[in-house]
């Protein structure tokens, strides 16, 4: 298993920029699919970005797609959402999450289902 520590959250105005980053211990961190997911009150989690394990292929929801970028970093057991842009819908915690299983291949995982191991999650916060 794979546990996980966000960090980077915060109040903004809208238009602003924060970049999230997520610290993982695990041997297996660098053959997990990793994803970044968020919930805002009263909705369900829902998927906002993932990764291969080299970082080669993304997936992105409607929604952030071409504001936000996921990036990992293996040989530091770090990926990253750097987001830009950011509007008032985007408010919510945001969680960090590693595939249930090591060595899948990127498929686009977007479910909540297909992650296994969750961060604890860092509110963000945008302002109108």
């Known amino acids: 298993q794979v546990q996980l520590v966000e960090s980077g959250g915060g109040l903004v105005q809208a238009g602003g920029s924060l970049r999230l980053s997520c610290a993982a211990s695990?041997?297996?961190?660098?053959?997990?699919?990793m994803g970044w997911f968020r919930q805002a009150p009263g909705k369900e989690r829902e998927f906002v970005a993932s990764?291969?394990?080299?970082?080669?292929?993304?997936l992105y929801a409607d929604s952030v797609k071409g504001r936000f970028t996921i990036s990992r970093d293996n040989a530091g057991n770090t990926v990253n959402l750097q987001m830009n842009r950011l509007k008032p819908e985007d408010t919510a915690v945001y969680y960090c999450?590693?595939?249930?299983?090591?060595?899948?291949?990127?498929?686009?995982?977007?479910?909540?289902?297909?992650?296994?191991?969750w961060g604890q999650g860092t509110q963000v916060t945008v302002s109108s």
């Open positions: 695990g041997r297996t961190f660098s053959r997990r699919v």
């Open positions: 999450a590693a595939d249930s299983r090591d060595y899948r291949p990127f498929l686009g995982q977007r479910s909540p289902a297909e992650f296994g191991s």
């Open positions: 990764i291969s394990w080299s970082g080669s292929s993304t």
